[in-house]
């Protein structure tokens, strides 16, 4: 392993793991238990996709659902319920501080520092067997950094299906962005997502 140039600046690890969702970070807390010097390369927000874009954020968005679903249906126990809306605005607001409460209680890169673990932001090239380049995640920058051992924990990512008319897809990842609910949705693909957002 090489020399520290500086607080998070080390340019050779003995493990470096590539992605900070929970495989990569268990991989990269247990590693440095183990006395290895590790880095992690993290191009988005860390926790992985469950936190980020997949069950965290759905099951919120589910529990909204059920809550409509209820009200729709007061009426039949006797319940008056004159005003049946979701305000959207609302509900994106409730899901983004639900994953930044499960981020926080998380907190990686508090756990990661803790363990003398470096984040490195950004997204991850193989240049050689045991060099990778380290993209900055704003794109402002590259760096190189050398690992024995690199374990790849990248995850699942949503792709857009190569037929027409795929660029008008939603992709999960972007829902939040929707200015309003859509009346109606066709979700392509039963991956754990997409069933959730059922």
């Given at each position: 392993a090489g020399a520290r140039q500086g607080r998070g600046m080390i340019d050779s690890y003995d493990v470096l793991v590539v992605g900070a969702g929970p495989a990569g970070t268990a991989?990269?807390?247990?590693a440095a238990e183990l006395g290895a010097r590790v880095g992690v390369v993290e191009a988005g927000p860390t926790g992985g996709t469950c936190v980020n874009t997949g069950c965290?954020?759905?099951?919120?968005?589910?529990?909204?659902?059920?809550?409509?679903?209820?009200?729709?249906?007061?009426?039949t126990y006797?319940?008056?319920?004159?005003?049946?809306?979701?305000?959207?605005?609302?509900?994106?607001?409730r899901?983004?501080?639900?994953?930044?409460?499960?981020?926080?209680?998380?907190?990686?890169?508090?756990?990661?520092?803790?363990?003398?673990?470096?984040?490195?932001?950004?997204r991850a090239?193989?240049?050689s067997p045991h060099e990778l380049e380290v993209r900055d995640a704003d794109g402002?920058?590259?760096?190189?950094?050398?690992?024995?051992?690199?374990i790849l924990c990248v995850g699942g990512h949503s792709r857009r299906l190569p037929v027409?008319?795929?660029?008008?897809?939603?992709?999960?990842?972007?829902?939040?962005?929707?200015?309003d609910l859509p009346r109606r949705v066709a979700v392509v693909g039963a991956g754990n997502t997409g069933a959730q957002l059922v």
């Open positions: 991989a990269a807390l247990r965290v954020p759905t099951r919120v968005l589910a529990k909204t659902a059920r809550l409509m679903r209820e009200v729709r249906t007061a009426d006797g319940i008056s319920v004159t005003e049946q809306r979701i305000d959207w605005p609302t509900t994106v607001a899901v983004r501080a639900t994953v930044d409460r499960v981020r926080a209680t998380k907190d990686d890169a508090g756990r990661f520092d803790g363990a003398d673990v470096d984040l490195l932001r950004g090239r193989f240049v402002s920058g590259t760096r190189r950094v050398r690992a024995e051992t690199v027409p008319g795929a660029e008008l897809a939603t992709m999960p990842e972007e829902v939040l962005e929707l200015p």
